[in-house]
């Protein structure tokens, strides 16, 4: 399956989601990533979150939620966004009809503390996606996998924000 973790730039949220999906799913699920309006780099604090939890960084980019959206793209099973900006935009029509869900997290960027910021948005998304992996995605249908989805997220302590 493809999981495609959304958010505005691209650069922190997002990118934590995907890295966790791929690296946690251990090959079951595909992840990726994109922005609405793409920062162009992904965020050294990202990295450096990344990193420290022993997670590979290696190819990672910022890029446009047009590279999933054409014909030719990779088609999406799941699209998640991870924050509210990207959540209340007009999304592009993703090819196949992906069953979307929100996991609103609050944006590490910008904050005072950044590490403490950036071990926030990582608790908060390991959480939601170690709950995912628990699912029986293949199985479920759409529907199913809606109600899940934005189940996990309301299950889990708090995170408002975009």
């Not at 924050?83 to 869900?101: H, K, L, N, R, Y």
Request: contains cysteine; charged residues 25%; aromatic residues 4%.
């Amino acid at each position: 399956m493809n999981i495609l973790i959304l958010c505005t730039g691209n650069s922190a949220r997002s990118i934590l989601g995907e890295v966790l999906i791929n690296d946690l799913g251990d090959g079951r699920l595909n992840a990726y990533s994109a922005g609405s309006q793409p920062a162009g780099k992904v965020n050294p604090g990202a990295i450096r979150k990344l990193e420290s939890e022993g997670h590979p960084v290696d190819g990672l980019s910022s890029k446009s939620w047009d590279v999933f959206s054409g014909e030719d793209a990779v088609p999406m099973d799941i699209v998640i966004t991870v924050c509210d900006s990207a959540a209340a935009e007009s999304c592009p029509i993703w090819p196949g009809s992906p069953v979307t869900a929100h996991w609103g997290i609050p944006d590490p960027a910008g904050r005072k503390d950044v590490e403490a910021a950036f071990d926030e948005a990582y608790r908060h998304l390991r959480a939601r996606i170690e709950r995912l992996l628990t699912l029986d995605l293949e199985r479920m249908d759409p529907a199913e996998q809606r109600r899940a989805l934005q189940g996990i997220h309301a299950s889990l302590e708090p995170a408002s924000g975009g």
